[in-house]
């Protein structure tokens, strides 16, 4: 199985800073087929189903803020906020859909205003 | 718009068995794998299992493998997640969504299930 670990497990950030979440895969998460990494990064509200911000690791969903950003290869992956807003306090995921049918999550990340 | 819609809250006792539905709309049902992906209160997101609604073909976690069916209506665009043997722990909210292909991220979610499990 394919371990994906978050780092921070919590983080708190004044308004208008950067916001930086790690997320370190087990293995390669490159699929060498098409060189696209197989990460996801979701933001999930209390109360609400997780949100689809980035894929492929650095691919903006459309609708998604270009304040967020995704980057890494292989088995390290960053997703930054460049100017932090208040409504983008919420938990955040990364993903690995590399290894179907062994999808797997990173344990999340609480973003707070600092 | 694409939309998931998912069953109610349900309130089982351990042992028992639930089923939740995920009504889908907006978008061609076949053409998209659903996922069940679970979230105990307080803790991370747990995927489960996926089917093909085109084919039928399913393919489950190995935690689940033996508790979980996942099946699907396509005169209905609609998809089923089938927990046997419920126990205290399964006590969560489950949630489908969907991905374009088996290598992708899961674009679109439904609102949650809340499934308690209490005796």
């Known amino acids: 199985d394919i371990v994906m670990t978050q780092s921070p497990d919590s983080l708190a950030v004044s308004l208008g800073e950067r916001a930086t979440i790690n997320c370190k895969s087990s293995?390669?998460?490159?699929?060498?087929?098409?060189?696209?990494?197989?990460l996801a990064w979701y933001q999930q509200k209390p109360g609400q189903p997780p949100k689809l911000l980035i894929f492929?690791?650095?691919t903006r969903e459309p609708g998604v803020p270009d304040r967020f950003s995704g980057s890494g290869s292989g088995t390290d992956f960053t997703l930054t906020i460049s100017s932090l807003q208040a409504e983008d306090v919420a938990v955040y995921y990364c993903?690995?859909?590399?290894?179907?049918?062994?999808?797997?999550f990173g344990q999340g990340t609480k973003l707070q205003i600092k | 718009q694409v939309q998931l819609v998912q069953s109610g809250a349900e309130v089982k006792k351990p042992g028992a068995s639930v089923n939740v539905s995920c009504k889908t709309s907006?978008?061609?049902?076949?053409?998209?794998?659903i996922h069940w992906v679970r979230q105990a209160p307080g803790q991370g997101l747990e995927w489960m299992g996926w089917?093909?609604?085109?084919?039928?073909?399913?393919m489950y976690a190995q935690k689940f493998q033996d508790r979980v069916t996942v099946t699907r209506d396509r005169s209905i665009y609609t998809a089923f997640m089938e927990m046997s043997r419920l126990k205290f722990d399964d006590t969560a909210i489950y949630y489908c969504?969907?991905?374009?292909?088996?290598?992708?991220?899961?674009?679109?979610w439904g609102q949650g299930a809340m499934v308690i499990v209490s005796s």
């Open positions: 969504a969907r991905s374009w292909e088996l290598h992708g991220a899961f674009d679109f």
């Open positions: 089917i093909d609604p085109n084919s039928g073909a399913t």
């Open positions: 993903h690995q859909y590399y290894r179907p049918p062994m999808y797997s």
């Open positions: 907006g978008y061609t049902f076949i053409g998209y794998y």
């Open positions: 293995q390669s998460v490159l699929d060498s087929s098409n060189n696209k990494n197989c």
């Open positions: 492929g690791a650095s």
